[in-house]
């Protein structure tokens, strides 16, 4: 990641800590996310301009979904929103969720607001490692890419082949400058803790399979389905 965007990253990342903070807090809004996050899904996969969505999320080793990413700048820029990793076993069953946070920050021209709903598709094996195992940017520690988007364009994946990381995103408001690329993907260590038990790292979730939770259930039953 680079300097100059590490200190506006760690600023967003902190606002979105304290918006959280507190145990109960922490616990209520991780079972809200997963279950927006479920619904988000749901909506963009039955989307009819997100066709290329639903063929390649049957390749993706893994999905992170975030149900709300605000987007708001004018100069200096900032998005970011929390979120769920979910991934497939080698049998091809999906797990428990693992709770992110995703941000950025930015300067130069820009202006506006935005609320996204953003679908990032993990399509390789080292990306989901990556995502467990460390802190790290979009376009610098994993290749990144947008999804098309629109109907009727099934197939027109050319500028995706070998990404590690797809983006499919849906907006609602106006903003000029900015993208993903060199956004942090940051793990939330409080709300996995909550939702799952003191201790509960991502690698546990993702990888050991030693915990799980059945509010997370219909999430993992929406993710099998679309199968």
Wanted: glycine share 12%; hydrophobic share 45%.
């Amino acid at each position: 990641m680079s300097n100059a965007a590490r200190p506006l990253l760690a600023l967003f990342a902190a606002l979105l800590a304290l918006a959280t903070a507190g145990p109960a807090r922490a616990a209520s809004d991780a079972e809200t996310l997963v279950e927006k996050a479920r619904l988000t899904f749901e909506s963009m996969y039955n989307d009819s301009n997100y066709t290329e969505l639903k063929r390649q999320f049957k390749l993706a080793k893994a999905v992170l979904i975030i149900p709300s990413q605000l987007r708001i700048a004018f100069i200096l820029g900032g998005e970011g929103g929390s979120g769920v990793l979910v991934a497939k076993d080698a049998n091809g069953a999906w797990g428990y969720p693992a709770f992110y946070t995703i941000g950025s920050g930015s300067l130069g021209l820009q202006v506006g607001a935005e609320m996204e709903e953003t679908i990032l598709l993990i399509m390789t094996e080292g990306g989901v490692n990556a995502i467990v195992s460390n802190q790290v940017e979009l376009g610098g520690d994993l290749s990144f890419a947008f999804g098309p988007v629109g109907a009727g364009i099934a197939g027109s994946t050319t500028t995706n082949v070998g990404a590690d990381v797809v983006s499919y995103t849906r907006a609602s408001g106006a903003y000029l400058g900015g993208s993903l690329d060199g956004a942090g993907i940051i793990k939330r260590d409080d709300w996995n803790e909550n939702f799952y038990g003191k201790g509960t790292t991502p690698r546990a979730i993702v990888y050991d399979a030693k915990v799980s939770n059945p509010k997370a259930d219909p999430l993992r039953q929406a993710l099998q389905g679309a199968q």
